[in-house]
C-alpha cells in the first residue's frame, strides 16, 4: 500500500498561481500523474510523468516532483479551473495504482 | 479519437452479482493495460483493478478481492469486470479507462464516461 496525502482545498484569486501537493513516501522515486475531475464529468489528464503536459492540456499547467511532495502549479488562474484535482502514482512492486483524496480548487 | 463506452451497470441487491463492459476504440487495445477505477457519491477516485495489455496478469484493490474479475477480449476491444457478492459500499459510478502502455508506468490515459452501480435492497 502507498499512501498519498492532498490538501482537501485549496483556494486562489482569478489571475493567481495554484499549488497542490501530493505528498508521499519518497515519492521522487515514483512517476506522479495528475487529473482534473469537473462535476458530473470523467477525470482528465492534465500532466503525467512529473512533468510532461498533454497537448490539449494549457501550458498554465505544469507539475513538478521532489524528496516527498509532487506538486501541480497552474498559472493564471480562471473561473474554468475549478474543479477536482487528483494525483495518482503505480507501485510497481505489485502494479496497483493509488489516488491521492483529491484537493477542490475554488476560483474565487 | 479515443473512446471508451462502458455499459452495464444498474441496481442490484446486496449479494447479487453484475457484469461491467466497455468496448475501447481509436487506439491500438493490445497494447495497453485496461483499468477500473470507481467513484462513490461525493467521495474520491478508487483504483478498483487492472489486466496487463497480454491478459496475463491481472491485479485487484483487497476490497474487491475475491469478489470481482478483470478480463479482455483483444477481439472485440473490450475489457469487462464480472462483480459478485455485491455489497452497499461497491455503490459507486465504474469508471473504464486506458491505463499504461506495456511494461512502462505510465497514466490512465483515457477515461470513459462512467456508468453508474448501485447496491441496494
Known amino acids: 500500500s502507498y499512501v498519498l496525502t492532498q490538501p482537501p482545498s485549496v483556494s486562489v484569486a482569478p489571475g493567481k498561481t495554484a499549488r497542490i501537493t501530493c505528498g508521499g513516501n519518497n515519492i521522487e522515486a515514483k512517476s506522479v500523474h495528475w487529473y482534473q475531475q469537473k462535476p458530473g464529468q470523467a477525470p482528465i489528464l492534465v500532466i503525467f510523468y512529473d512533468t510532461e503536459r498533454p497537448s490539449r492540456i494549457p501550458e498554465r499547467f505544469s507539475g513538478s516532483n521532489s524528496g516527498n511532495t509532487a506538486t501541480l502549479t497552474i498559472d493564471r488562474v480562471d473561473a474554468g479551473d475549478e474543479a477536482d484535482y487528483y494525483c495518482?502514482?503505480?507501485?510497481?512492486?505489485?502494479?496497483?495504482?493509488?489516488f491521492g483524496g483529491g484537493t477542490k480548487l475554488t476560483v474565487l | 479519437e479515443v473512446q471508451l463506452v462502458e455499459s452495464g451497470g444498474g441496481l442490484v441487491q446486496p449479494g447479487g452479482s453484475l457484469r461491467l463492459s466497455c468496448v475501447a476504440s481509436?487506439?491500438?487495445?493490445?497494447?495497453?493495460?485496461m483499468a477500473w477505477i470507481r467513484q462513490a457519491p461525493g467521495k474520491g477516485l478508487e483504483w478498483v483493478a487492472n489486466?496487463?495489455?497480454?491478459?496475463?496478469?491481472?491485479d485487484y484493490d483487497d476490497s474487491v478481492k475475491g469478489r470481482f474479475t478483470i478480463s479482455r477480449d483483444d477481439a472485440k476491444n473490450s475489457v469487462f469486470l464480472q462483480m459478485t457478492n455485491l455489497r452497499a459500499e461497491d455503490t459507486a459510478i465504474y469508471y473504464c479507462?486506458?491505463?499504461?502502455?506495456?511494461?512502462?508506468?505510465?497514466?490512465?490515459?483515457?477515461w470513459g464516461r462512467g456508468i453508474l452501480v448501485t447496491v441496494s435492497s
Open positions: 481509436g487506439f491500438t487495445f493490445s497494447s495497453y493495460w
Open positions: 489486466i496487463k495489455h497480454d491478459g496475463a496478469e491481472n
Open positions: 495518482q502514482v503505480l507501485d510497481t512492486n505489485d502494479d496497483h495504482s493509488f
Open positions: 479507462a486506458r491505463d499504461r502502455a506495456f511494461d512502462t508506468s505510465g497514466p490512465l490515459g483515457y
